[in-house]
């Protein structure tokens, strides 16, 4: 009796120790592709010794009194760090990745808390398509099959008939009934194959010469009734170029029009009066602006707005965002 009941132990401690070897969240991180040399490394240093903590994450602000960790930034960063041919770095926030953000169910928690029960297309798009690229760049198909994964997760859970959505509650098994049109990436979005209706928003929105931001129910509507974000509004255009193949020529109007009257664009705009707000001017804007212009060849806006964006003042990480700063720099990598 005894000897079998010894002989139970031990089979248990023994099925006890394969689970939690097998068990997803205890998982290697995936293989390393071959090192290369990149072809810059000061963003590098000053990122790690700026605005990444010791366990890897990136803040937001250097010392900020509540900072966020967010896949925003990893993403941003990954893009990055393909566009300078940097594998091993890669490597380390791919790991990061699956360390802080990804659950055991393959979604990407939009911020590395514990609390976090949601994803955010608009990460889960930019992460998949860093991997994509990666993984084509580097000739790894270890990053191709994490993107598709991921990805599959996204086009499952987070649509609505088809639709995209803001995100996905994984815990409460809830979804956002709207779709920012800004989160739409439509390179990412090929590689799973949507289907038409989840190009449908971004293929029929039009300007006037703003866009309407948010799609929800079948209908455009407004983020704000009074003020539009400029942020919003580039990347806006950018999926709708590349989705449709052309400018929307109102938006682009007003754009050139603005760059030859004053000279620069600004922050936030009055929806009704097409005037400023105020005069602050955003690095981001300009970083996409100067995607914007390069990508529909526009290459003397794009040079003027390059120039304001090299203007732009990144240098204290404390008041910088990290979105801001990193976006300056793939914006010149380009």
Do not use: C
């Not at 023994?14 to 963003?43: H, M, N």
């Not at 960063?77 to 770095?89: C, H, P, R």
């Amino acid at each position: 009796m005894k000897r079998t009941i010894i002989i139970t132990f031990l089979l248990l401690l023994i099925g006890t120790g394969i689970y939690f070897f097998l068990r997803p969240e205890q998982k290697d991180t995936l293989s390393a592709p071959k090192e290369t040399k990149p072809t810059s490394s000061s963003v590098q240093t000053y990122v790690k010794e700026n605005y990444m903590t010791k366990n890897g994450l990136i803040i937001d602000y250097k010392n900020a009194q509540e900072p966020h960790y967010l896949a925003e930034s990893i993403g941003l960063y990954m893009e990055y760090l393909v566009e300078v041919n940097d594998s091993k770095t890669f490597q380390e926030q791919v790991a990061t990745l699956q360390k802080h953000f990804i659950t055991t169910d393959n979604f990407i928690k939009w911020e590395a808390t514990d609390s976090t029960t949601t994803n955010a297309i608009v990460d889960d798009f930019r992460i998949t398509e860093a991997l994509y690229q990666a993984s084509k760049k580097w000739d790894h198909q270890a990053y191709q099959t994490l993107a598709d994964t991921l990805i599959s997760n996204t086009k499952k859970y987070s649509a609505v008939q088809g639709v995209p959505v803001d995100f996905y509650d994984f815990v409460h098994k809830k979804k956002a009934d709207t779709l920012h049109l800004s989160y739409l990436n439509i390179q990412a979005m090929r590689h799973i194959n949507y289907s038409a209706k989840a190009y449908a928003p971004i293929k029929n929105v039009s300007a006037t010469p703003f866009f309407t931001e948010v799609f929800q129910n079948g209908q455009f509507q407004n983020a704000d009734a009074n003020e539009v974000n400029m942020i919003d509004q580039m990347l806006i255009a950018i999926a709708y170029y590349d989705e449709n193949g052309t400018v929307e020529p109102n938006f682009d109007q007003f754009l050139q029009t603005e760059l030859t009257s004053k000279g620069k664009i600004y922050a936030r705009y009055d929806r009704e009066t097409k005037e400023p707000n105020s005069e602050n001017e955003s690095t981001a804007v300009y970083a996409f602006l100067t995607q914007y212009f390069n990508k529909t060849n526009q290459a003397k806006n794009g040079k003027i707005t390059k120039e304001l964006l090299e203007k732009m003042d990144t240098s204290n990480p404390e008041t910088t965002h990290f979105f801001d700063y990193i976006n300056k720099e793939i914006t010149l990598k380009k």
